[in-house]
Nanobody, 115 residues
């Protein structure tokens, strides 16, 4: 079993920055991927950043150049650096950790960007 806990959300003005953290604990050996998603009210949960075990990253066009995913393997923690935030980035941000064929989710952290 893997436990996932996100932190770092909050209220920020447009153009500002936030860094989210995702701490994984438990049976964390052989993690295949760590990903960040977001879900705004009434909308689906969308992928915003992904890092697989080899270090390859992926970002959708909506955040490319503004968001950066990184991982500190010594702390089993992933980060999402978000720069130049826009009001449309407002959402609950979720971290997911993939081990084998199982995906584990955190409880989410709210990010609100004011205009």
């Amino acid at each position: 079993q893997v436990q996932v806990v996100e932190s770092g959300g909050g209220l920020v003005q447009a153009g500002g920055s936030l860094r989210l953290s995702c701490a994984a604990s438990g049976s964390i050996f052989s993690l295949n991927a760590m990903r960040w998603y977001r879900q705004a009210p009434g909308k689906r949960r969308d992928l915003v950043a992904s890092m697989v075990s080899g270090g390859t990253t992926y970002y959708p066009d909506s955040v490319k150049g503004r968001f950066t995913i990184s991982r500190d393997a010594t702390k089993d923690t992933a980060y999402l650096q978000m720069n130049n935030l826009k009001p449309e980035d407002t959402a609950v941000y979720y971290c997911s950790v993939v081990r084998g064929v199982t995906t584990y989710w955190g409880q989410g952290t709210q990010v609100t960007v004011s205009s």
